[in-house]
């Protein structure tokens, strides 16, 4: 086996998952007519690609089977730029996992020490902007379904006022995107002013709860949308348990010449 063809497998088989839609970096989701044969579809090349790869690599195996973590530890981590948590969705050779092991350590070791304020306030701001998209794609999605029920709140007029008004909401502001990742060689950046921006998504937060309120209120009892995420708080401590369980539950492995394996 060469390095070129573990490569290629290894970008198949990562490919093939973010085509899933499995995780935060996946394809977009089809089209409703769509959606149970792609889905199935997406799934099958998956698993083909999976076994190319599984065939040509040993996983070490425990008394509880196959030593895993879960890979949302680094691929969902708020504390790690983006571009960051997009590559973790794939198995990495030993020699490209011991790097990116190294750099993620060095990273948490940055943050902890209060040497990346003003980065992780920029992108801080930047994953609240996109929950609060979330939120309100979620919210419009399940109004939608919920108006079709025949049910007779779903057809008041104070229930058809209140899904016309969170309907109405626009998306949320926009935010400045973090920019790349400092490294060890930047100077320290001047702290960007940050509080027209929060106070910006602060004010629309407000807004999309008062929608989803109103929505609670009048809707069918069936429908209860969550209430949109905080947004503008201050950070506080930056301390991740879960992070630091998984560089020691890593290092004997990476250590002893492993990679790491997507496995779903």
């Known amino acids: 086996m060469t390095a070129a063809e573990l490569a290629r497998r290894i970008a198949a088989q990562r490919a093939a998952f973010l085509a899933t839609g499995w995780s ?8 409703a007519n769509d959606a149970v044969s792609a889905g199935r579809d997406a799934a099958d090349a998956w698993r083909r690609a999976d076994e190319d790869l599984r065939d040509v690599v040993d996983l070490p195996v425990d008394g509880a089977g196959w030593p895993s973590f879960r890979v949302a530890v680094i691929g969902a981590n708020p504390l790690l730029p983006p571009s960051w948590r997009d590559a973790a969705w794939s198995s990495l050779g030993p020699a490209q996992a011991g790097a990116e092991f190294a750099r993620w350590r060095w990273w948490y070791a940055e943050v902890t020490a209060g040497r990346l304020d003003s980065y992780l306030d920029r992108l801080r701001l930047w994953d ?96 209860r949308l969550p209430m949109p995420p905080p947004v503008g708080e201050p950070a506080g401590e930056v301390h991740d348990p879960w992070l630091e369980d998984f560089f020691t539950w890593a290092a004997p492995y990476l250590s002893d010449g492993c990679g790491l394996y997507l496995w779903a």
């Open 24 to 31: 935060p970096g996946g394809a977009a989701e089809p089209c």
């Open 128 to 223: 609240e902007r996109r929950e609060l998209a979330a939120c309100r794609r979620a919210s419009l999605d399940a109004v939608a379904l919920a108006g079709a029920r025949p049910v007779a709140r779903a057809t008041s007029q104070e229930f058809l006022a209140a899904r016309d008004r969170l309907a109405g909401i626009p998306a949320p502001p926009p935010v400045p995107e973090p920019g790349p990742a400092p490294t060890g060689d930047d100077e320290a950046p001047t702290p960007a002013d940050l509080g027209p921006v929060r106070a910006g998504l602060c004010a629309y937060r407000r807004s999309l709860a008062a929608a989803i309120v109103e929505v609670n209120r009048t809707g069918p009892r069936s429908l």
